[in-house]
């Protein structure tokens, strides 16, 4: 009798949540934070390339493609839930390249990837990011493996906030294969009730990645199925970090005073 494939496991139990209520979904930038974010009881991570970036002493978008599908790797080993990879604008220019990435990103054992339409800051040409997400698609597909497709519509945060414009671009990623729908920095209710209508009964993602008046029930209410905090929790971790080292620089040492009681290397154990 064979055992059970734990990584087909994680992709199914993956899409088994985009399927109804709503979940969050942390970002680790690192094994240690994955690790973490599981015994926090999360039911599923998603990689930030901002996070892992700034932990490589770096800006986000330096990262090649390989040192991402390293990462991605590293992050689906360190735990036993499903990761969903923040795959950038698929690391290739032309249809033909994202697909040949996106293959490779499937065989580090992630249960979803995104692909975003803007390299650089520059949204791409709707005709061109529809066929860079159909292409995705055709290669998840050919792979023969259950990853979910999220179709990012960068707009909102390259400088070109019209929503009309998103809306035909999720319809359109929608359309050609995604399974989810995320675009972020749309964060208004009336706006994120938009998205999710434009693309129901699709799932949509949305991203919280400071303060925000509305809690999870709330963006439930909305309809929102998931939501991610990109690199806030990484920007959290190096704000404690910045203020207890800068006292430090200053001769105290009272930036330790609120270092956490948890012990980690009960909780790492066996890693």
Avoid at 115 to 140: K, Q
Avoid at 166 to 179: E, F, N, P, S
Avoid at 258 to 264: E, F, K, N, Q, R
């Amino acid at each position: 009798m064979t055992s059970a494939d734990p990584v087909a496991e994680r992709r199914a139990a993956f899409r088994a949540l985009h399927e109804r209520g709503c979940f969050v979904l942390p970002n680790p930038w690192d094994r240690g934070s994955a690790r973490f974010l599981e015994h926090l009881g999360f039911r599923a991570l998603a990689t930030t390339s901002s996070g892992a970036a700034w932990s490589r002493g770096r800006s986000d978008g330096s990262a090649t493609r390989d040192e991402t599908l390293d990462h991605l790797a590293d992050i689906v080993g360190a735990t036993r839930l499903p990761v969903n990879a923040d795959f950038e604008d698929g690391y290739g220019a032309s249809a033909d390249e994202v697909a040949a990435s996106v293959a490779l990103a499937v065989e580090t054992g992630v249960a979803g990837l995104s692909v975003e339409d803007a390299s650089g800051g520059a949204l791409y040409d709707v005709a061109v990011a529809v066929e860079r997400i159909a292409a995705a698609r055709e290669a998840i597909d050919a792979s023969g493996a259950d990853v979910l497709l999220v179709g990012r519509s960068e707009g909102f945060i390259s400088g070109h906030p019209d929503l009309p414009a998103t809306l035909d671009r999720l319809r359109a990623y929608a359309a050609a294969g995604a399974d989810c729908l995320y675009a972020p920095g749309v964060s208004d209710p009336e706006q994120v009730a938009a998205v999710v209508a434009a693309v129901a009964p699709k799932p949509v993602n949305v991203l919280v990645g400071g303060r925000s008046p509305l809690g999870v029930n709330a963006w439930a209410e909305l309809g929102v199925r998931r939501i991610s905090v990109g690199g806030a929790l990484a920007k959290a971790a190096w704000r404690g970090f910045e203020s207890a080292a800068a006292q430090l620089a200053a001769g105290s040492f009272d930036g330790f005073a609120d270092a956490p009681g948890t012990d980690l290397n009960m909780l790492f154990s066996g890693s």
